[in-house]
T-cell receptor
């Protein structure tokens, strides 16, 4: 079946603009995770959802970052007033349920460049 | 606090050589999971293996093998008879049972296999 999909694949935006990144998880997967991959910081956890609620938002770097999930499916990560340090690849993953005993399947990522 | 260290930033080998990628983890939790992911040049993270903290048996899958040693907090990955297609960045990750499944990644090891 279809894997995790993310859109757009690439996004170039000007500093100060808002951006929205979308993630479509594997059908039936109740847990959804956002990570960020940047040169200086490696792969960092941002937030995860179980259903539509976000039990752990501890990785969001600032209040400019927010995420929501609707219908237990699609998730949107929003970055307001983008800064150059937000440039990174944003990865989404989903798993059958929450918990580390379930393997996470990753999408191809959205490469965000803030100019 | 949890941490994963992959001390080898880059490794270069010639095809057919064996290569071992090191991973050392830190956690105070007694129930946890360890993962290896492969990130080929295409960018998508591919799940390779998951081990739980109660299972120290080594595992072999084709040319891949994993050595989990709790005494040294290590979960090393060996590729036997490496091939050019093994060239990728390999990430080791830690998931703690009571944290919803979020993964803490090492910095990654870039493996280059030359013909």
């Amino acid at each position: 079946g279809a894997g995790v999909s993310q859109s757009p694949s690439n996004k170039v935006t000007e500093k100060g603009k808002d951006v929205e990144l979308r993630c479509d998880p594997i059908s039936g997967h109740t847990a959804l995770y956002w990570y960020r991959q940047s040169l200086g910081q490696g792969l960092e956890f941002l937030i995860y959802f179980q259903g539509n609620s976000a039990p752990d938002k501890s990785g969001l770097p600032s209040d400019r970052f927010s995420a929501e999930r609707t219908g237990g499916s699609v998730s949107t990560l929003t970055i307001q007033r983008t800064q150059q340090e937000d440039s990174a690849v944003y990865l989404c993953a989903s798993s059958l349920d929450e918990g580390s005993r379930y393997e996470q399947y990753f999408g191809p990522g959205t490469r965000l460049t803030v100019t | 606090a949890q941490k994963v260290t992959q001390a080898q930033t880059e490794i270069s080998v010639v095809e057919k050589e064996d290569v071992t990628l090191d991973c050392v983890y830190e956690t105070r939790d007694t129930t946890y999971y360890l993962f290896w992911y492969k990130q080929p040049p295409s960018g998508e993270l591919v799940f390779l293996i998951r081990r739980n903290s109660f299972d120290e048996q080594n595992e072999i899958s084709g040319r891949y093998s994993w050595n989990f040693q709790k005494s040294t907090s290590s979960f090393n990955f060996t590729i036997t008879a490496s091939q050019v297609v093994d060239s990728a960045v390999y990430f080791c990750a830690l998931g703690v049972n009571n944290q919803g499944g979020k993964l803490i990644f090492g910095q990654g090891t870039e493996l280059s296999v030359k013909p």
